[in-house]
């Protein structure tokens, strides 16, 4: 399991009266006194009216959750604070509470949660994060695949005898891959990449053909 990353989330509230909100944070330097109360390497960012405070542990992230309270006070200003956990597999920050997931069962239940929200978030924007492409030997074999994994509900494009699936995560890419390669004709090459608009990433990973 990767090493623990946490931070804490301050979503600040619009005062009814007065300086608006986006002036009166930027006349307090609010970000950067937050830097200089804050022992060690922590990392702040401002979106707006949102604060994002990163921490390499629990006991950093539950002292900056403590010093954003004492500045919120102290500058009568009202908001929510809370602490947050990267969990890796479903790559989303969840509540503090939330414990990582341990067994087999629960790690499938964080990777069903990711693909599911990948699904609805390529159906908003129209494409997947990831992508299998393949090469086959003849045009005729891309047809038939084609046909076949359109039948299993793949979203799948064809270009001549090269065929490109869309895939919510990197795992589902290389399992699809994998069971294209199983049933595909000798010679048949794929690969899977991620969509070039969300890199950082490992640009891409080639599956060996089989046997």
Request: net charge negative.
């Amino acid at each position: 399991m990767e090493s623990d990353e946490w931070r804490v989330e301050v979503e600040l509230e619009e005062e009814p009266e007065g300086m608006p909100l986006g002036e009166r944070i930027r006349s307090l330097d609010l970000d950067d006194e937050a830097r200089e109360r804050l022992p060690g390497p922590i990392i702040v960012t401002r979106d707006g009216p949102h604060f994002f405070l990163y921490t390499q542990d629990e006991t950093s992230a539950r002292a900056a959750e403590r010093v954003v309270g004492e500045l919120l006070a102290e500058h009568d200003l009202t908001g929510t604070v809370r602490v947050t956990r990267w969990h890796p597999v479903e790559e989303a920050w969840r509540d503090a509470a939330v414990p990582l997931p341990q067994t087999e069962g629960e790690i499938e239940e964080e990777r069903a949660r990711l693909e599911e929200a990948e699904e609805t978030e390529a159906a908003v924007q129209g494409e997947y994060d990831w992508n299998i492409r393949v090469s086959l030997p003849h045009r005729h074999d891309a047809v038939e695949l084609e046909k076949s994994l359109l039948a299993e509900g793949l979203d799948v494009h064809r270009r001549w005898r090269y065929l490109t699936i869309g895939a919510p995560t990197e795992e589902r890419g290389q399992e699809i891959g994998a069971s294209i390669l199983e049933r595909a004709p000798e010679g048949t090459e794929v690969w899977v990449e991620v969509n070039p608009d969300d890199l950082p990433h490992r640009f891409f990973g080639f599956i060996p053909p089989l046997g």
